[in-house]
């Protein structure tokens, strides 16, 4: 069974920093596309980055662009996403997804198994 966690969240000040991280089970990472996607309240779920099975990652949000970055240790079969410079309006639930294709897509529909969501706040 695949399986999905994060791990990461919590409140933190504007033009602070926070990492969250997504533990995988029941597969090897080395192999899947791994997106970050995240949902404001009252807002629809959006793409923010996307980790390739190489380690390359896409943006998909241009208001995370130069901020965000996304990782992965394929050893702890984790990906992470750093979040520097972090704004209120990037408060959010943040979630993790396994891509069912081998190239990263921002589509929610193209990736199956989703983790829990950590919560993220910016605010003073």
């Known amino acids: 069974q695949f399986n999905l966690v994060e791990s990461g969240g919590g409140l933190v000040q504007p033009g602070g920093s926070l990492r969250l991280s997504c533990v995988a089970s029941g597969f090897t990472l080395d192999y899947y596309v791994i997106g970050w996607f995240r949902q404001a309240p009252g807002k629809e779920r959006e793409a923010v980055l996307c980790?390739?099975?190489?380690?390359?990652?896409?943006n998909y949000a241009d208001s995370v662009k130069g901020r965000f970055t996304a990782s992965r240790d394929n050893a702890k079969n984790t990906v992470y996403l750093q979040m520097n410079s972090l704004k209120p309006e990037d408060t959010a639930v943040y979630f993790c997804?396994?891509?069912?294709?081998?190239?990263?897509?921002?589509?929610?529909?193209?990736?199956?198994?989703w983790g829990q969501g950590t919560q993220v706040t910016v605010s003073s």
């Open positions: 980790s390739s099975s190489s380690g390359d990652s896409t």
């Open positions: 997804a396994l891509g069912v294709y081998s190239y990263c897509s921002g589509y929610p529909w193209d990736f199956s198994s």
